[in-house]
């Protein structure tokens, strides 16, 4: 898991992930061949080296190359990079914070698909302090960031679930998200599916267990 930037999870707190490999994940190649190849005009390259100069990776940390490289590969439609963006203009790094700046990245990174950014937004619209307060639209996001395996998402979408926030209580498909959420935190899943289990017949139970075992399947057949 990449360091930079990442924060803690919490259903009111914006915990921001920047993890994610992908098959434009150079992360492994030199630094010299990242700069040449970011020279050229590679996106992927670009928004690699902006993450690189962001972390202090082989160089010197500086916000300011960091955000100028991340700009070009966001500008290219790079959802990673769109993301980071987000992150830069959120925290204020090498540039004065501008939070709507932040969500407007978030969003174009998000409906491009890039499942962190589909959480960083929920947690936004959850969290209401720079969008307003929308249940509607963050459990939207978590939906769409949980069904590409967000552990995070899947997480705080059971908890929406579990609760009846912005929607109506459905724990058989709360405890399905705990249970796919537990591969990245065992025991957060485990507290949170005892806690609702009481109030769940056996057979709710097993439905949820099928249902998460099919979302594993249907994962798993995804080239």
Known sequence: MRPWLFGALALGALGLHIAGASAEDLRDQPLAQIQQLADAGRADAQR????????????AQNYSSARSWSSKAASQGDPWAMRIMGLIYLNGLGVEADRWRAVDYFKRSAEAGDLNAQ???????????????????????????????????????????????????????AYKWFMLSGSDDAI????????????????????????????????????
């Open 188 to 223: 957060a899943a485990t507290t949170e599916m005892q806690a609702i289990a009481p109030r769940m017949s056996k057979t709710e139970i097993a439905q949820a267990q099928e249902r998460a075992e099919l979302w594993r399947a249907n994962m798993e057949s995804v080239p």
């Open 119 to 173: 959480y960083n937004l929920a947690v936004i619209y959850y969290q209401g302090e720079i969008t307003g307060q929308s249940y509607d639209k963050a459990l939207t996001w978590y939906k769409r960031s949980a069904d590409q395996g967000n552990t995070m998402a899947q997480h705080n979408l059971g908890l929406m679930l579990a609760n009846g926030v912005g929607t109506s209580t459905d724990r058989v498909e």
């Open 48 to 59: 690699e080296l902006g993450i690189r100069y962001g972390q202090g990776t082989g160089l």
